[in-house]
């Protein structure tokens, strides 16, 4: 038999609820019920918002205006504040969850002049009303990262729902035409040519432009501490879709493999799900397709048997890559994916990117 969990609210209502009904049943005023208590109108606002607590004194008069015993309002204070503790304990658990550090360093949040502020001001980056509504907005992300947790994968729920939120806030702003599949398709293969541009101010506008006329928000988000994703994608609505790009390895091999993945899940697998590079199990059957139709897109089929050929040597991979169009650093890349040359080799050829703080 399944174990009945405790009721455990994650709300708390304040004694002056149970006051407010009862003064409206009784079709009793504000003013009026200040008046019965001996009490300004302030004082009475406080303590049907909960801000004033119920003393022996206030629950005698509380006793006598209202009915109920002494002991009925001092417990249902007691609780209250009770809940407001717990409630206030699961606030700063989750406040240590997330990447605040760099939410504020990275620009996303404004730093606030007290902790008190800083639940308020996270609760407004989520577009959540409370805590509670967090954890089940993101309850399925959580298990996915959760189980690909390890000592050797550090990704934490928090940090990713947080950098994937930053990514639907920018994809917001971000002017698109609806979703067409056949020219995000066509779109591509002149993507294809960025490869080569070696400033990421050069060619990530240049691929934000491309995709928005096919109705995708490309957005390059930096990865927080603890998010450990690679690229992510989802459609926002029927005719917006968000690709995003956290740039985590800083070459250019990665971030145009993490593009071309990303589009293939977009253009193979519909618009019911979020998919997660790098949080996403790879053996799943969607990674392996997405997987391919990146390494086909970036390096065309006709052109596979001679890639595999390739020996360690700099300059014939240069001059393949010039041949296909592509930079030297995808066909590096793809030459230790398929382990034809060692994870050590030919790293040189690499374009390397950084950050600007």
């Not at 902790?115 to 577009?127: I, W």
């Not at 990514?167 to 609806?178: F, N, V, W």
């Not at 990674?287 to 020996?311: G, H, M, S, T």
Request: proline letters at 5%; glycine letters at 4%.
């Amino acid at each position: 038999m399944a174990s009945k969990k405790q009721f455990q609210p994650n709300w708390a209502s304040a004694p002056g609820d149970t006051i407010a009904d009862i003064l409206e049943e009784r079709k009793l005023s504000v003013i009026e019920f200040a008046e019965h208590m001996s009490q300004t109108i302030e004082d009475a606002n406080d303590l049907l918002q909960g801000r004033a607590t119920i003393t022996m004194a206030v629950a005698r008069r509380l006793e006598r205006v209202l009915g109920a015993s002494v002991e009925f309002w001092m417990s249902r204070d007691f609780q209250y504040r009770e809940d407001i503790s717990k409630l206030r304990a699961a606030d700063k658990k989750w406040i240590r969850e997330l990447p605040l550090g760099d939410m504020i360093r990275f620009g996303w949040l404004k730093s606030v002049p007290h902790p008190t502020d800083e639940v308020n001001a996270c609760l407004r980056f989520f577009d959540v009303p409370s805590v509670s509504a967090w954890y089940e907005k993101y309850a399925s992300l959580r298990e996915r990262v959760a189980f690909r947790t390890s000592p050797s994968f550090d990704s934490r729920p928090a940090a990713v729902a947080t950098w994937l939120r930053r990514g639907e806030i920018l994809a917001e702003d971000t002017q698109c035409r609806p979703w067409n599949e056949n020219r995000f398709q066509t779109t591509l293969t002149a993507i294809r040519s960025l490869t080569r541009r070696k400033d990421p101010s050069s060619f990530i506008p240049e691929l934000q432009r491309h995709c928005a006329e096919s109705g995708v928000a490309v957005i390059v988000v930096r990865a927080p501490s603890g998010c450990r994703a690679s690229g992510a994608t989802q459609f926002l609505s029927r005719e917006k879709a968000l690709l995003l790009l956290s740039f985590r390895h800083l070459t250019d091999d990665h971030f145009w493999f993490s593009f071309f993945h990303e589009a293939g899940h977009l253009l193979l697998h519909g618009k019911a799900r979020l998919f997660l590079e790098d949080i996403d199990s790879p053996t799943m059957t969607e990674e392996q397709q997405a997987n391919e139709f990146a390494a086909r897109a970036l390096v065309p089929i006709e052109f596979q048997p001679a890639l595999l050929k390739l020996p360690a040597d700099g300059r014939k991979v240069i001059k393949f890559a010039v041949n296909i169009g592509v930079s030297p650093g995808i066909i590096v890349g793809q030459l230790q994916h398929f382990n034809r040359i060692r994870r050590d080799q030919l790293n040189k050829l690499k374009r390397r990117f950084t950050w600007k703080d």
